[in-house]
């Protein structure tokens, strides 16, 4: 019988630790691990990629939407620099990630012979674990090392091994005497991480005490939607969410005033605004101009990760553990409250907030608006959706217009805010569980990056839909150019493409849309598709995401950016204008 070769013996140790799915693009610098994942590919499917950054999403958008380690890999020099940027999104949100690569052969490294690029030091910031495999013997170590430390810590981790050792065989004999055979192993043992009882009892005395709390839910609350809303329902306080907290709970429980910040809800911001506590559960939320004023509110922050706690706003108490179990843990220190006054005002502005989404959302305006479009789909979405979002005015459109139901998973490159992660989130998604309805909600500049990889979804009959916000410009871009420096727009129109003729040339279905009257009727017929679809909606390219309110200084900048010559500004001018009588009068 063949003796087991290095990368045999890598491939064995990630299926140990339940990797069945990888992404990636083959290359000669990783052909001795390619051959590896042949032979075992009825236990790990290799979905092969266009280009090595959607194997990185990828990883990143499968450790998301399963809890699993997510898996990328990709050849020397070229092909591991293309995963950078997805590596960087998967550790700062923080999700487990493995990342495979290969180098040049061992004895030519260092010798500029061609690709002859040290992965590893070009890797040694975005991962956390990271091993140059130096032969046999050592594979077994650093594999076990890799898979372990990802998923405890949930970290990048990456091993990049030298080409001619991944074909190199096994041999006992090659151990380091001090290698003992057989002393490690596949165990991910976990804790229930509950915090200091102490701790406890004084979160819970700042909390009875406090007149106007509110709950600020981030990714770590995912999946305690109940627990949130009992202890809501108990003290009376509003929820309001971090993007990547968007599904934590539906947008139809009477808690939730929806998302915070610049593309959050009026109602998020007023709350945020009044509150005397703020009780964070499991987010790290970047913007910290957008949190209560230090020393206006009391803080209980809950979190599995001490080093986050006081990271964003002055905390009070810090409450480490498994957000599940702390709150189970906390709700019975808590005082019903009667009556609700902060939570009952939220709730009033939060069904005018919801009148204002409606309003904006059925248009019927030529060019059509972008909310148009995410309201009707939010509307259709089926309690199983799996839905990823780009950067842009497009994460607007999705986290106010998009309306969670209990169910459904969203998620977005959270605090790289990167473009171009929801095709590859989706990609994963859909691979993972098929049956589900998966969506990809996109702009044209977030999508034309990667768009290579609608062929992956036809490749592998991966049933995904592909929405795109097609403005024709890098538009939260142009936006910000103009509202924070008043400057005129420039270089951030984008040239016109057909995206539906894409998706057929690629063996896919493509879908138009550019009407209000006809979004309706499309959006069902692209949704019924039984196979991958794009629908490409054409749409006022002058439409502003508005933030929650609208500041003096905002307007300023605006009148500064027209007054130096920004193009179209009659046009932009007459539809913000619009926009604002609109909602004003
Ligand atoms: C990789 C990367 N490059 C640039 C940016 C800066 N950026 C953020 S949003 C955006 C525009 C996105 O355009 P599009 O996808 O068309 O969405 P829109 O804003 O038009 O809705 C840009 C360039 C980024 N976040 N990531
Ligand atoms: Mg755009």
Redesign the pocket.
Known sequence: MAKQTVADVLVETLVEWGVDTVFGLPGDGVNGIIEAFRTRQDEISFIQVRHEETAAFAACGYAKYTGKLGVCVATSGPGAIHLM?GLYDAKLDGVPVLAITGMQFHDLISTRTQQDVEIDRTFADVADYNARCMGPAHMRNVANMACRQALAYSQVAHITTPVDIQSMEVDEDERSKRNVAGHNTSLLSRSARLPDEDDMKAAADIINEAKKPLILAGRGALGQGDRLEAVAEKIGAPICKALLGKAAVPDDSPYTTGPVGLLGTEPSQDALEETDCLIIVGSSWPYIEFYPQPGQARCIQIDLDPARIGLRYPTDVGLIGDSGGVLDALLPLLQEREPKPFLETAQKSMSKWWERMEERGTRQDKPMK?QVVSWELGKRLRDDAIVSC????????WARQIYVKKGQMHSL?GN?????PDLPYSLAAQVHHPDRQVIAF????????LMADFVTAVKYKLPIKVVI????????????QMVFLGNPEFV?D?AHIDFHLVAEAMGGKGFHCDDPAKICDKLDAFLAHDGPAILNCDVD?HEA?MPPHLSLEDARQMAKAMAKGTPERGKIARTLGGNLVREIV
């Open positions: 940027n972008p780009d950067s842009g005015t497009i994460a607007t459109w490159s790289l805010a990167t473009m171009a996109v702009g044209d500049g977030g999508f034309s990056m916000i097609n403005n024709d410009s890098l538009g939260m871009i142009k936006w910000e951030c984008n390219t995401p």
